[in-house]
């Protein structure tokens, strides 16, 4: 009865909080509301017995973009764009289309309720040869490492495709005494934090998106404090550092396929140390992108 | 596949090492397209020996990983991609105003990668990530054009952000279903039920939505005009055609039979409206770049005419038909799209109307610009020619058929128009515009070299027949 209460309670607070965001007065507001929504997306995902999704979205769907959004708020001229404007023929025209669309969804939702996947079953089954203990590291970084590489390569097109847009100088305003110390505590435990969830991931739920974002959050938080330089692109060691989890992985694939069996097909008993290997070097680059993406800043010091 | 492997891999190291070293990019780019190309050529040459070849990534079985999967079409459109490729480098190495920065490289790298990875990948949810490579590679390479372009690049994000969800939430729905993403594997269980149906409608409007089929375009005229001339070229030529693929191989692979009958006709006479619409739009607007952008929508119209009339009469030799009007039309509008922008960057306006005498300021370009245009009238000999030929033979065939010949017809039409409107302006010699400076010979002759290979896709029909016909079997 509790667990019921529960579920029905965070179902209720999700949508109420989507509700709230989408019509939020002012867009402050909003991205505090959409903050607060990712959160209990979060809660939500561990209540149907995801963690892994759970981190991921407490990391990056509540914490990093929250973080996104509020630079981006930041960068808006005051008193620009509709504040308070309410547009009730946009809401009943996307009420007009997403009604009728969801009643279609859940008549084709309905049926999946019995189906079973045979595939579960297979990738716990194969767990003994993956050389990690957590299905989905296995999955992960494993079974489908191709689609995690691609992945890594979406990454590093979002922060080339965010670079185009020109030179958007983010500005570190003094910082705060108090932001500062606590920033000097914080970070070695977010480092700590992102360093147990990377090495625990190949036994439990955990990784290197996860522990990329924590690390990342960490640089956000001693770049708002002034305590670090800012972040060029310009400067080498940090595009290596971008493009280092890329080419390890690439260079595994290559290797794997050129001295061994194929193309990903890791050597017997190397398959542990290899992924490890590429989880350490795809969430340094994981946390330098996305760092990148928040605070980096786009103007060129030195060619 | 090893070949196939390497034609795939080079572009995305090679753009990996253009972002960290910073060459200065055109040279190096050249090389590793022509490496890439001779090895795509490679790979055709050797699954035309032994048949469709499969590889296993990482060694597991089929349910639990992905396969890829490498069949004839997809060795020639691998070779396609990189040729391509190869061709605006060249362009682009030349006209340093074609490019928009030195990002241009390594983006149009892993644009060449995605798609490399698109045509070889045979499970859906890696088609769903080399999506949204392929998406957001486009997104950066419009947004180089400068900040008039953000517009049109945000409203491309915003909307292939939603055609990849419609997509992605269809692929949740088949693996609800069947439990596997196998696209072979697929294929055996799928049923049309209730769930299959519409997990097929969702990702058929996501994946029309990204390829802009009529009539889910209306984000294409603006990005692909507002582009950098090579980016643009990159763009109608190959971006929206991954997005068709996956269409295809969904409707001609996994759907069932009757629904795939009932889906074809929508199909077909969406691909009537879009020749004709498309065609009507490229004849009334004002700029030279978006002529050449509406063209795009209405040649896609044949393409779906082609998937639409193959489905509805499983009839699998129009298969063939849609290929070849994918490449003729690939190499076609590459060249339309850099004699354009050669001419707009020469001439100093972007109107067509500026283009009054071009045939005595810029011959080359205007030139170039004609022939790439005849192709996509179809015009014999030209690949468009041997294209709309295999789309005719059976329309022909039984006189119920005609009055698709008559849709086909009054396209034909309209691209005759919208090209002689052009070419008809250049021949006017009264008070030519005057160039802006000295035209650039050498770049005229590369944006018109994709418009001879399309004028000689014709001297290899015959293979080029065998190696798309290998697939239809």
Redesign the interface.
Request: glycine residues 10%; hydrophobic residues 60%.
């Given at each position: 009865m509790t667990e019921w209460l529960l579920d029905a309670v965070l179902a209720l607070l999700l949508l109420a909080l989507a509700g709230g965001a989408l019509h939020a007065r002012n867009r402050y507001a909003g991205v505090l509301l959409f903050i607060a929504f990712g959160l209990v997306l979060a809660l939500i995902w561990a209540r149907l017995g995801a963690p892994d999704l759970a981190l991921a979205e407490a990391a990056i769907g509540a914490g990093l973009t929250g973080v996104l959004l509020l630079a981006a708020l930041a960068r808006q001229p005051a008193g620009s764009g509709a504040e308070g404007v309410s547009f009730a023929r946009h809401r009943l025209a996307a009420a007009a289309v997403l009604v009728p669309l969801l009643m279609?969804?859940l008549?084709?939702?309905d049926?999946?309720a019995e189906?079973?996947?045979?595939?579960p079953e297979?990738?716990t089954g194969?767990l003994g040869q993956s050389g990690v203990s957590h299905p989905v590291t296995a999955v992960l970084l494993?079974?489908?490492?191709?689609?995690t590489l691609?992945?890594l390569?979406?990454l590093?097109?979002?922060l080339?495709?965010a670079?185009?847009?020109?030179p958007a100088r983010f500005e570190v305003e003094r910082p705060w005494p108090l932001l500062r110390a606590w920033s000097r505590s914080l970070a070695p435990l977010l480092l700590l934090a992102g360093g147990y969830l990377l090495w625990s991931g190949s036994s439990a739920p955990g990784g290197a998106f996860q522990a990329g974002s924590l690390l990342a959050a960490g640089v956000v938080l001693l770049r708002l404090a002034g305590v670090l330089p800012a972040l060029r692109w310009s400067f080498?060691p940090l595009?290596?550092l971008v493009?280092l989890g890329?080419?390890l992985f690439?260079a595994v694939?290559?290797a794997c396929?050129w001295f061994g069996?194929?193309?990903?097909?890791?050597p017997d008993g190397w398959a542990k140390p290899l992924i490890l290997v590429i989880e350490v070097a795809a969430t340094l680059s994981i946390a330098a992108s996305l760092s990148l993406l928040v605070v980096g800043e786009a103007r060129e010091a030195s060619a | 596949m090893?070949l196939a492997?390497l034609s795939l891999?080079l572009p995305?190291?090679g753009a990996?090492l253009l972002?960290?070293l910073r060459p200065a990019g055109g040279r190096w780019v050249i090389m590793i397209n022509l490496a890439s190309t001779l090895a795509a050529a490679g790979a055709l040459h050797q699954v035309m020996q032994t048949g469709t070849q499969w590889?296993?990534?990482?060694?597991?079985q089929a349910?639990?990983?992905?396969r890829?999967q490498l069949s004839p079409l997809a060795a020639l459109l691998l070779l396609f991609t990189a040729g391509l490729h190869l061709l605006v480098a060249l362009y682009a190495a030349r006209s340093r105003h074609a490019i928009g920065?030195e990002?241009f490289w390594?983006?149009s790298c892993?644009l060449q990668?995605?798609l490399a990875?698109l045509w070889l990948s045979g499970d859906l949810?890696?088609l769903y990530?080399?999506l949204?490579?392929l998406s957001?590679?486009a997104?950066?390479l419009v947004?180089?054009a400068?900040?008039k372009a953000?517009r049109p690049a945000l409203n491309y994000l915003l909307l292939s952000l939603a055609g990849s969800l419609a997509y992605l939430?269809g692929v949740a729905?088949l693996?609800?279903?069947?439990?596997?993403l196998d696209i072979a594997l697929l294929s055996e269980l799928a049923e049309a039920?209730?769930?299959t149906?519409?997990?097929l409608l969702l990702m058929s409007l996501g994946l029309m939505l990204k390829a802009a089929l009529w009539p889910l375009h209306l984000w294409l005229p603006p990005a692909h005009a507002g582009a950098p001339a090579a980016v643009s070229a990159l763009l109608s030529a190959l971006v929206v055609k991954g997005p068709l693929y996956i269409l295809w191989l969904l409707w001609s692979r996994i759907a069932p039979v009757e629904l795939a009958q009932s889906a074809g006709g929508l199909f077909a006479v969406a691909g009537i409206f879009a020749l004709l619409c498309g065609g009507w739009s490229a004849l009334r607007a004002p700029y030279l770049k978006t002529l050449v952008a509406y063209s795009t929508v209405a040649q896609l119209g044949y393409a779906l005419l082609a998937l639409g009339l193959l489905l509805r009469w499983q009839e699998p030799s129009l298969s063939a038909a849609l290929w070849l009007f994918v490449l003729a039309h690939g190499l076609a509008k590459v060249s339309m799209f850099l004699a354009a922008g050669e001419l707009q960057y020469t001439l100093g306006s972007k109107r067509v109307r500026a283009l009054k005498g071009a045939s005595q300021t810029m011959p080359l370009a205007l030139f170039a610009f004609a022939v790439a245009g005849g192709s996509l009238i179809g015009l014999p000999p030209s690949g468009g020619f041997l294209a709309k030929w295999l789309l005719l033979q059976p329309l022909f065939q039984q006189p119920q058929h005609w009055p698709w010949a008559i849709g086909v017809l009054l396209g034909t039409l309209a691209s005759a128009a919208y090209v002689f409107r052009v070419v008809a302006l250049g021949f006017d010699r009264a008070r030519p515009t005057p160039a802006s400076f000295h035209p650039d010979r050498l770049a005229q002759w590369l944006a018109m070299l994709p418009a001879l290979l399309v004028w000689c896709l014709a001297l290899i029909s015959k293979p080029l027949l065998l190696w798309i016909g290998g697939v239809s079997q």
């Amino acid at each position: 009865m509790t667990e019921w209460l529960l579920d029905a309670v965070l179902a209720l607070l999700l949508l109420a909080l989507a509700g709230g965001a989408l019509h939020a007065r002012n867009r402050y507001a909003g991205v505090l509301l959409f903050i607060a929504f990712g959160l209990v997306l979060a809660l939500i995902w561990a209540r149907l017995g995801a963690p892994d999704l759970a981190l991921a979205e407490a990391a990056i769907g509540a914490g990093l973009t929250g973080v996104l959004l509020l630079a981006a708020l930041a960068r808006q001229p005051a008193g620009s764009g509709a504040e308070g404007v309410s547009f009730a023929r946009h809401r009943l025209a996307a009420a007009a289309v997403l009604v009728p669309l969801l009643m279609i969804l859940l008549q084709g939702l309905d049926p999946l309720a019995e189906q079973r996947s045979p595939l579960p079953e297979l990738a716990t089954g194969a767990l003994g040869q993956s050389g990690v203990s957590h299905p989905v590291t296995a999955v992960l970084l494993n079974y489908r490492a191709w689609d995690t590489l691609l992945e890594l390569a979406v990454l590093l097109l979002a922060l080339l495709g965010a670079r185009q847009l020109g030179p958007a100088r983010f500005e570190v305003e003094r910082p705060w005494p108090l932001l500062r110390a606590w920033s000097r505590s914080l970070a070695p435990l977010l480092l700590l934090a992102g360093g147990y969830l990377l090495w625990s991931g190949s036994s439990a739920p955990g990784g290197a998106f996860q522990a990329g974002s924590l690390l990342a959050a960490g640089v956000v938080l001693l770049r708002l404090a002034g305590v670090l330089p800012a972040l060029r692109w310009s400067f080498w060691p940090l595009r290596l550092l971008v493009l280092l989890g890329l080419l390890l992985f690439l260079a595994v694939a290559i290797a794997c396929a050129w001295f061994g069996a194929g193309w990903l097909v890791y050597p017997d008993g190397w398959a542990k140390p290899l992924i490890l290997v590429i989880e350490v070097a795809a969430t340094l680059s994981i946390a330098a992108s996305l760092s990148l993406l928040v605070v980096g800043e786009a103007r060129e010091a030195s060619a | 596949m090893n070949l196939a492997l390497l034609s795939l891999t080079l572009p995305l190291v090679g753009a990996l090492l253009l972002i960290l070293l910073r060459p200065a990019g055109g040279r190096w780019v050249i090389m590793i397209n022509l490496a890439s190309t001779l090895a795509a050529a490679g790979a055709l040459h050797q699954v035309m020996q032994t048949g469709t070849q499969w590889l296993e990534l990482g060694g597991w079985q089929a349910p639990l990983a992905i396969r890829f999967q490498l069949s004839p079409l997809a060795a020639l459109l691998l070779l396609f991609t990189a040729g391509l490729h190869l061709l605006v480098a060249l362009y682009a190495a030349r006209s340093r105003h074609a490019i928009g920065g030195e990002d241009f490289w390594p983006l149009s790298c892993l644009l060449q990668a995605a798609l490399a990875a698109l045509w070889l990948s045979g499970d859906l949810f890696n088609l769903y990530v080399t999506l949204e490579l392929l998406s957001l590679a486009a997104v950066a390479l419009v947004a180089l054009a400068g900040a008039k372009a953000y517009r049109p690049a945000l409203n491309y994000l915003l909307l292939s952000l939603a055609g990849s969800l419609a997509y992605l939430f269809g692929v949740a729905l088949l693996y609800g279903r069947y439990g596997v993403l196998d696209i072979a594997l697929l294929s055996e269980l799928a049923e049309a039920d209730v769930t299959t149906r519409l997990a097929l409608l969702l990702m058929s409007l996501g994946l029309m939505l990204k390829a802009a089929l009529w009539p889910l375009h209306l984000w294409l005229p603006p990005a692909h005009a507002g582009a950098p001339a090579a980016v643009s070229a990159l763009l109608s030529a190959l971006v929206v055609k991954g997005p068709l693929y996956i269409l295809w191989l969904l409707w001609s692979r996994i759907a069932p039979v009757e629904l795939a009958q009932s889906a074809g006709g929508l199909f077909a006479v969406a691909g009537i409206f879009a020749l004709l619409c498309g065609g009507w739009s490229a004849l009334r607007a004002p700029y030279l770049k978006t002529l050449v952008a509406y063209s795009t929508v209405a040649q896609l119209g044949y393409a779906l005419l082609a998937l639409g009339l193959l489905l509805r009469w499983q009839e699998p030799s129009l298969s063939a038909a849609l290929w070849l009007f994918v490449l003729a039309h690939g190499l076609a509008k590459v060249s339309m799209f850099l004699a354009a922008g050669e001419l707009q960057y020469t001439l100093g306006s972007k109107r067509v109307r500026a283009l009054k005498g071009a045939s005595q300021t810029m011959p080359l370009a205007l030139f170039a610009f004609a022939v790439a245009g005849g192709s996509l009238i179809g015009l014999p000999p030209s690949g468009g020619f041997l294209a709309k030929w295999l789309l005719l033979q059976p329309l022909f065939q039984q006189p119920q058929h005609w009055p698709w010949a008559i849709g086909v017809l009054l396209g034909t039409l309209a691209s005759a128009a919208y090209v002689f409107r052009v070419v008809a302006l250049g021949f006017d010699r009264a008070r030519p515009t005057p160039a802006s400076f000295h035209p650039d010979r050498l770049a005229q002759w590369l944006a018109m070299l994709p418009a001879l290979l399309v004028w000689c896709l014709a001297l290899i029909s015959k293979p080029l027949l065998l190696w798309i016909g290998g697939v239809s079997q």
